[in-house]
């Protein structure tokens, strides 16, 4: 019998979906995706070599847990230079992706029954993981202009509550925090005694002159109250490389290094030489990058506002937009009637062999997740199909 932890655990619908999509390509069927949260674009040259070097110089043996001394001081010198905050390499823990920093991170400040804050509309991991460590998940709306709610925030306080996860910029809805809202959250936190965990992987893919403020820049007590989780896979393409970091308060980094012993141990040596060259040298392709992407985001943004029955809020950062399509729920198919976000979905994969995300994964039921991670070609075309499938709707 399955224990009572996996069945307690929802499965990524992100993942699923993922899954669902390689099926029907393997049979042959054009589908264009619009669901992926990963870059399209190949990982930068020097990178691709720069992990060859180290195959070939046989850098393949297990390494000190927290990663390879150069890394964890490679990221201590970005943190300052992009973020405005000091930390020691013995802060630093290099993990197998953002997804093991964060898991690493929540076991290491919460006991079973304690409460996480989690603003929604969400990541579809956040609330899992949380559960992972038998931790009870608090889900908190956000504003309708997907920026943190404050009020909510602090009324959802008790004296349970272990640490409030935030995301910015966000996944699913695009949102890019502002200074005042965290500098509002740091001082619930100090004032509370928990802790910021802050996921930070989106924070070079920002647009319309907006700024990413990392929470622990913002005060020495914020500072001492933040734990910062990233990651190479969104900035530099690097998702199936699996390489990300947590920075934290030394009590805390030493935990999380000590849980990441009994797990994985050190995180892939290798890509950790490839991550190293990422960090130093690739600044341009970062740039290259998120001009593409503000570009798609204007063209994916226009075209949905266009659309007949559909809302969008137009965001600043990451690479999706999250529109409200719950006109179309009360519409029907061949008598079959869309119903909810995961009906929407279903229908525009198989009428029009285009994926995207179901809102309900993510909290936000009225709406879909759309990611603008493919060529303008594909999106273009992927839009077209989606506008004409609506258009068949009763």
């Not at 998940?137 to 509550?161: G, Y």
């Not at 690097?238 to 999380?256: F, K, L, N, Q, V």
């Not at 204007?298 to 949905?304: C, D, I």
């Not at 659309?307 to 729920?329: K, T």
Request: charged share 25%.
């Amino acid at each position: 019998m399955l224990s009572k932890i996996a069945q307690n655990i929802t499965p990524s619908a992100t993942c699923e979906l993922e899954g669902v999509v390689s099926d029907m390509e393997a049979a042959g069927v054009d589908v264009i995706g619009l669901n992926a949260g990963e870059p399209d674009f190949d990982t930068p040259q020097n990178i691709r070599e720069a992990c060859k070097r180290a195959l070939d110089e046989g850098k393949t043996r297990y390494i000190n847990v927290p990663g390879l001394p150069a890394l964890r001081k490679a990221v201590c010198e970005k943190l300052e230079r992009d973020n405005g905050v000091l930390y020691k390499p013995g802060q630093i823990c290099i993990s197998t992706g953002a997804k093991q920093a964060l898991n690493n991170a929540v076991m290491a400040v919460v006991n079973p029954g304690d409460e996480v804050i989690i603003p929604m509309p969400g990541w579809v991991s956040y609330v899992e993981i949380v559960k992972l460590v038998g931790g009870v998940p608090v889900c908190v709306d956000t504003r309708p202009d997907f920026q943190l709610d404050l009020e909510a925030i602090e009324k959802a306080v008790t004296p349970r509550t272990a640490a409030v996860l935030i995301n910015t910029p966000n996944n699913p809805t695009g949102a890019v925090y502002t200074r005042e809202s965290l500098e509002r959250l740091a001082a619930l936190a100090v004032s509370h005694d928990f802790y910021i965990i802050s996921d930070e992987v989106y924070e070079k893919l920002v647009y319309n002159g907006k700024e990413h403020v990392c929470a622990a820049s913002l005060s020495e007590e914020a500072y001492e109250h933040t734990i910062i989780v990233n990651g190479m896979s969104k900035a530099f393409a690097m998702t199936g490389w699996r390489c990300g970091y947590t920075a934290a308060p030394e009590e805390i980094a030493a935990g999380i290094s000590a849980i990441q012993g009994h797990t994985t141990s050190n995180s892939t040596t290798f890509v950790q030489w490839a991550a190293l060259e990422a960090l130093g040298h690739n600044e341009e392709t970062v740039k290259e990058m998120v001009e593409e992407y503000a570009r798609r985001k204007e063209y994916t943004y226009g075209r949905l506002t266009a659309m007949e029955g559909i809302r969008c809020a137009d965001v600043d950062g990451a690479f999706y937009l999250l529109p409200d399509v719950s006109w179309y729920y009360s519409r029907k198919h061949e008598g079959k009637e869309i119903g909810d976000s995961f009906g929407f979905c279903s229908y525009i994969l198989e009428k029009a062999h285009v994926a995207v995300v179901p809102g309900g994964a993510f909290n936000a039921p009225k709406c879909v997740r759309i990611a603008y991670t493919n060529s303008m070609e594909k999106i273009r075309e992927g839009l077209d199909r989606m506008e004409k499938a609506l258009a068949e709707l009763e």
